[in-house]
């Protein structure tokens, strides 16, 4: 019970980085949902319960715009998918015998930021350190989404974008580290930033959407990374 608390607080401390920027970041999601129509009740409890900001983005803005059910449902399926690969890579980190209950619970939610940490866990990774993390991250996203459609159009853009710079100092501090630690690591986020700065500019992915170019990009380096750079057993049980 001890180790579980311990794994809880630590959790709680490398989340509440996330919880502030998720904050800060969700103001423009909350001027976006009131765009949509919700009230803020709807919007905060949206984003409490889904926690996803691609996803969202794109579904208040579909809603805005009039989409039916088919087109919203197809939309948040090809914007979220990649968490699927994400969840398939934290079930790794977790012991054989983790209970089938905090899988689902963990599952719940898995962001880009949550993953990063969970990842980057040494050794296995304690259902509880995500329930820490969990704990300020949702709260801070629902809480954030409620006051950008209370304060609607209220604060200047140029303040809300300011903001926003702070979702992009969160990933620099997650893949810093083990970057600094490992050459490979390094050259494949140096390789992945390159390869999407191509995707982002050659005319011929533009018709790509941004969450399959995500997926394409993931799944073809990890899965050059695990060809060329496989990781033994006993090293990443010393991890």
Not at 10 to 36: E, H, N, S
Not at 99 to 111: A, K, N, Q
Request: with cysteine; charged share 10%.
């Amino acid at each position: 019970m001890s180790e579980n608390k311990n794994w809880y607080k630590k959790g709680i401390r490398d989340g509440i980085p996330i919880g502030l920027g998720y904050f800060a970041v969700a103001f423009t999601l909350g001027i976006a949902a009131a765009g949509a129509g919700f009230t803020a009740f709807q919007a905060t409890l949206t984003s409490f319960l889904i926690n996803a900001s691609a996803g969202e983005f794109a579904g208040f803005t579909l809603i805005a715009a009039g989409a039916g059910y088919l087109e919203v449902a197809v939309m948040e399926l090809v914007a979220n998918a990649r968490y699927l690969l994400m969840s398939c890579a934290l079930s790794q980190k977790l012991k054989p015998d983790t209970p089938f209950i905090h899988r689902i619970l963990i599952g719940f939610d898995v962001t880009d930021e949550l993953f990063g940490i969970a990842v980057s866990v040494p050794g296995t990774l304690n259902p509880f350190y995500n329930y820490g993390a969990m704990t300020v991250a949702i709260p801070g996203w629902a809480c954030g989404t409620c006051l950008g459609v209370v304060m609607g159009n209220v604060l200047p853009t140029s303040l809300v974008r300011a903001l926003s710079v702070g979702l992009y100092g969160m990933f620099i501090a997650i893949i810093i580290p083990p970057a600094s630690k490992s050459k490979i690591i390094a050259l494949i986020i140096t390789v992945s930033m390159a390869l999407s700065f191509i995707f982002s500019r050659v005319s011929i992915f533009f018709a790509i959407s941004p969450g399959i170019k995500t997926i394409l990009l993931t799944v073809v380096i990890s899965l050059a990374a695990a060809v060329f750079f496989p990781v033994k057993e006993d090293e990443a049980d010393a991890a």
